[in-house]
């Protein structure tokens, strides 16, 4: 369809896990159609922007085969933003960077999940 998905879940050692440092976040991805290109990045609880795709100086690439982006943890425990944007077009942290301070674009689509990295030993 022409609307975008994304579902979060954490991995330890290849095993679904809860999220926590050192777990690999895994984003689940579902592009629209008319946006097959994807960045994402997160928003930790002390504002810290974690990207995960594109890498610095690159733009942003169709969702991979696989349909999933993986990041490992590194991010403080508590309230953690996954964000991701799909795009008609590749895109670079800076257009991105601006799309988020301005006027968001139409052509871009853009999802957020919340979710709660634990401490070590907290199950």
């Known amino acids: 369809g022409d609307r975008g998905t994304l579902a979060l879940s954490c991995l330890v050692d290849e095993k679904p896990a809860s999220c926590r440092a050192g777990a690999t976040l895994v984003l689940s991805l579902g592009a629209p159609e008319s946006k097959p290109f994807v960045s994402a990045f997160l928003e930790r609880p002390d504002g810290a922007i974690v990207w995960i795709?594109?890498?610095e100086t690159r733009k942003s690439r169709p969702v991979p085969e696989s349909g999933a982006l993986g990041v490992?943890?590194?991010?403080?425990?508590?309230?953690?933003?996954?964000?991701?944007?799909?795009?008609?077009?590749?895109?670079?942290?800076?257009?991105?960077?601006?799309?988020?301070?301005?006027?968001?674009?139409?052509?871009?689509?853009?999802?957020?999940?919340?979710?709660?990295?634990?401490?070590?030993?907290?199950?």
Do not use: Q
Not at 87 to 92: D, K, L, P, R
């Open 72 to 123: 490992r943890l590194s991010a403080p425990a508590g309230m953690n933003r996954a964000v991701v944007v799909f795009s008609s077009e590749a895109i670079g942290r800076e257009s991105i960077k601006a799309g988020f301070d301005g006027e968001f674009p139409e052509t871009w689509e853009r999802i957020e999940r919340d979710f709660e990295v634990v401490t070590e030993g907290s199950e």
């Open 53 to 55: 795709t594109p890498e």
